[in-house]
């Protein structure tokens, strides 16, 4: 996996919010990338994750079905 940008931003009476763009192998499972991005998240203490626009519950099971729907985006446009 590569982790091209990242990227915070802060404001006053705002949360912080953390921008990175994920790319990945087209070989490389869901599952694997799902579980590396919950491994990575599930103790901060937000409880939402945005990803191509689609607001996602913290969750190994809520991560992957949106991934693998985008994949299948990316694969039949």
């Not at 990242?6 to 087209?26: D, Q």
């Not at 937000?46 to 626009?53: D, G």
């Not at 689609?54 to 990316?74: G, H, W």
């Amino acid at each position: 996996m590569d982790v091209p940008s990242l990227a915070e931003r802060r404001g006053v009476g705002f949360k912080p919010v953390t921008t990175a763009t994920l790319t990945f192998h087209p070989g490389v499972a869901v599952d694997e990338v799902a579980n590396w991005l919950y491994d990575r998240l599930c103790d901060k203490p937000a409880t939402r994750l945005t990803i191509n626009r689609t607001e996602v519950q913290i969750a190994k099971d809520e991560i992957k079905r949106v991934l693998q729907e985008e994949v299948a985006k990316e694969k039949h446009p």
